[in-house]
């Protein structure tokens, strides 16, 4: 039990409201007026309002019960990923949503909250002795089935967010040399062949494009070229909400979506794009502290978890709105417009702050 109010994670769930709500001002900004986006903002809304009710369920509920019940969960988001290809229709190449009405549901998304509570679970099990292969293999797994099941969507950018992981899993998990060898031996190997037969050919165009800016402007460059445009626009303090026309006027594609970076930077500037970056900087440090804190090792492998997944997200979006990364359709958390994105960072972050607000507990 939580011995006093004042134990509460206030800092965690403040610092992520804060990020949540430029998320909407900026997805305001960008699409109010918009023919087919006009109160694409109050939608957001409402997600970040559903997910402060899952932050509270999964902040209240002791998190050694969530990991009790980890197996359950992780069965059952494996399940829905296996469902959804073969109900969901086909949307933009994949498919990854569910439709009840006018909501879409993205499996894919919950399973990285129930992957982070399966390898605690698993890997506060342990009696704390290195991970040899049979142990990498159980995480492999953990990880891996869920990700098989994305790629066959197909949805690449999602498979990719999960591999930090894998990375955090067996960093903590301990590993042996030996493991080490083996692993970085397997990975160069199979290199070429994921070149060759894994990526298809629009994918290699933007990873070239990384390299060569310039390769195809009007193709595979377009996104990035116009987002670099809108960033560039937006100068110190930007052109102010509604005023940003790289967004506004849709040269820039997804722009309240996997760009709403651009789209905040045309319009609160570099100040306003520094401010959000540093608000989640000292959210991810405040997750990571909280492993610090944690009282028993599966607090410290959850908190581990949600924070890398998150710090992660952002720099690869980060990344890929400055064309230093491949565009592979990865949002910022709680400031890209989606419900699905919305509801599992708002679960993970609460999962953080039950280890932060029962760290005094015996």
């Not at 991970?131 to 953990?142: C, D, F, T, W």
Request: with cysteine; charged share 10%; net charge positive.
């Amino acid at each position: 039990m939580i011995r006093r109010a004042a134990d509460f994670d206030a800092g965690t769930l403040l610092l992520a409201l804060a990020i949540a709500a430029c998320g909407i001002l900026t997805i305001w900004g960008a699409t109010e007026g918009v023919p087919g986006l006009t109160g694409t903002h109050k939608v957001q809304a409402l997600w970040i309002g559903l997910g402060l009710i899952a932050f509270a369920v999964a902040a209240a509920v002791d998190y050694h019960i969530w990991a009790d019940i980890a197996p359950a969960l992780w069965g059952a988001a494996l399940a829905l990923l296996g469902l959804v290809l073969v109900v969901a229709r086909t949307i933009a190449n994949t498919r990854s949503w569910f439709e009840i009405g006018p909501v879409r549901f993205q499996p894919s998304e919950a399973g990285k909250v129930a992957v982070i509570l399966m390898l605690a679970w698993f890997l506060s099990r342990r009696s704390g002795e290195k991970l040899g292969m049979a142990g990498l293999l159980a995480v492999g797994a953990i990880i891996g089935a869920p990700v098989a099941l994305i790629a066959m969507q197909p949805d690449f950018g999602t498979c990719l967010t999960y591999g930090p992981l894998l990375l955090v899993g067996v960093f903590l998990g301990g590993i042996r040399w030996r493991t080490i060898i083996v692993m970085a031996l397997a990975v160069a190997l199979l290199m070429p062949v994921v070149w060759g037969w894994g990526l298809k050919p629009y994918h290699k165009e933007r990873i070239l494009t990384v390299f060569q800016p310039e390769r195809d402007p009007s193709g595979t460059g377009y996104q990035v070229r116009q987002s670099r445009i809108a960033i560039g626009s937006g100068g110190v303090f930007g052109k102010g909400p509604l005023a940003g026309t790289q967004s506004r006027l849709q040269f820039l594609p997804q722009h309240h979506t996997d760009f709403v970076l651009a789209a905040l930077a045309e319009q609160w500037g570099f100040v306003g794009a520094v401010t959000v970056l540093g608000l989640y900087l000292a959210l991810v440090l405040r997750v990571f502290s909280t492993a610090r804190l944690a009282r028993d090792r599966l607090g410290l492998y959850i908190a581990m978890g949600v924070g890398t997944l998150l710090g992660f997200q952002a720099l690869v979006n980060i990344g890929m709105v400055l064309g230093a990364l491949p565009t592979i359709g990865v949002p910022l958390p709680l400031v890209s417009y989606g419900g699905s994105s919305a509801l599992a960072t708002m679960t993970a972050l609460g999962l953080a702050a039950n280890v932060r607000t029962r760290r005094f507990v015996n």
